[in-house]
Nanobody
Framework: QVQLEESGGGLVQPGGSLRLSCAAS????????MGWFRQAPGKEREFVAG????????YYTDSVKGRFTISRDTAKNTVYLQMNSLKFEDTAVYYC???????????????WGQGTQVTVSS
């Protein structure tokens, strides 16, 4: 069983940065692939970024490539999402998730956090 808790969301101006954290509990955290998803009002939840169990491979949706970076610190049981050059369209609730399989498919993630709000506004 893995429990996930996101933090680090908030209000930021366009062009600004935020770093989201996802703290995991459970003895098998290091064996899971991790992902970040987001859901904007009135839209479906979508994949943002994923990272494999070792942290050696990362995957991004096209709209965030070059702006967002996913990383993990296994010793701290934490996954991060560094978000730079934020845009209005990045506004959403961001969720972290743990699972195996296709990083891009939310159905393959077994565990989810409660989400943290990111609002990009001037």
């Amino acid at each position: 069983q893995v429990q996930l808790e996101e933090s680090g969301g908030g209000l930021v101006q366009p062009g600004g940065s935020l770093r989201l954290s996802c703290a995991a509990s459970g003895p098998t955290f290091s064996s899971y692939a991790m992902g970040w998803f987001r859901q904007a009002p009135g839209k479906e939840r979508e994949f943002v970024a994923g990272i494999n169990w070792s942290g050696g491979n990362a995957y991004y949706t096209d709209s965030v490539k070059g702006r967002f970076t996913i990383s993990r610190d296994t010793a701290k049981n934490t996954v991060y999402l560094q978000m730079n050059s934020l845009k209005f369209e990045d506004t959403a609730v961001y969720y972290c998730a743990a699972g195996w399989g296709n990083y891009y498919d939310m159905r393959t993630y077994a565990y989810w956090g409660q989400g943290t709000q990111v609002t990009v506004s001037s």
